[in-house]
């Protein structure tokens, strides 16, 4: 299985992600992730990236794609993967379609969460992450048992550093200009699925679940 969440900023392509990648047993990539740990770790892509990031503006092309290719070509890929954040732009969707087509190969299923901006702006403001498992939280919605602990690993909860609103106004942007024909290229190869991502994380999951069977 193949899958590709395309998604506004927070429209919960990390949240739903994680979840059917446990449920397939197959790996979750996040180049959001991928870039995250390359900045605290202070690799020079990392220091590259972070300025980047925190404008909410995209990494280039080259760079994300050679990411992939390296994440991609790791064992764990073979039987499949689900990627949150990639493709991002026409280049990257071009070139993942070179990079995993072939005789007898799983077709990429790609699925479009549809949030509407407005819900965007308050699930970012109050979004938590673990600063050390990566799991994701919701004041409101997704609250951990304890104020600012992770359930999990007992990690820090931070806010990330592009979480602040001009930023998520630039990702929103970059979004719609960059991403947006990203779907129409995968609508015209009838690759794509459209779910609507309000509602509660489980009732999404199960939109989500159905549409893949
Ligand atoms: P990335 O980390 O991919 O960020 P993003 O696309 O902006 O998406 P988010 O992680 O903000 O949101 P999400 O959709 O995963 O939502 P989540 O599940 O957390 O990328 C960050 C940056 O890295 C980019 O801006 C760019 O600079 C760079 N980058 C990454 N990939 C790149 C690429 N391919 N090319 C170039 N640059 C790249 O949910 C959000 C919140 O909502 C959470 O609090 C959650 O608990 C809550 N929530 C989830 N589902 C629901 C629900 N159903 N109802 C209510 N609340 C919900």
Redesign the pocket.
């Known amino acids: 299985m193949k899958v590709i969440f395309i998604?506004p900023?927070?429209?919960?392509?990390?949240?739903q992600a994680k979840r059917l990648a446990s449920r397939f047993g197959i790996p979750h990539v996040?180049?959001?992730d991928m870039?995250r740990e390359a900045v605290a770790e202070g690799t020079p892509l990392g220091l590259k990236a972070d300025a980047?990031?925190k404008s909410?503006?995209?990494?280039p092309d080259d760079v994300?794609i050679g990411m992939i290719r390296e994440r991609l070509a790791k064992p764990d890929a073979k039987k499949g993967f689900i990627l949150?954040?990639?493709?991002?732009t026409l280049v990257?969707a071009e070139k993942l379609d070179a990079l995993v087509s072939g005789n007898g190969s799983d077709p990429l299923r790609v699925l479009r969460l549809l949030v509407p901006d407005e819900s965007i702006v308050k699930?970012?403001a109050?979004?938590r992450t673990c600063a050390q498992c990566g799991a994701?939280?919701?004041l409101e919605?997704?609250p951990p048992a304890v104020d600012g602990v992770c359930d999990r690993c007992g990690g820090k909860l931070i806010a990330r550093t592009?979480d602040t609103e001009g930023a998520v106004r630039k990702?929103l942007e970059a979004f719609h200009r960059q991403t947006t024909p990203v779907a129409d290229y995968y609508k015209s190869k009838k690759w794509l699925k459209e779910i609507d991502?309000i509602?509660?994380?489980d009732q999404?999951f199960e939109r989500i679940a159905k549409s893949l069977s």
């Not at 909410?56 to 990494?59: D, E, S, T, Y």
């Not at 949150?84 to 991002?88: E, I, K, L, N």
């Open positions: 998604g900023p927070g429209s919960g392509k990390g949240t996040s180049t959001g870039l980047i990031m909410g503006a995209l990494v994300m949150d954040g990639f493709p991002r990257q699930r970012i109050l979004r994701i939280y919701h919605n997704q592009d990702r991502g509602g509660p994380v999404v």
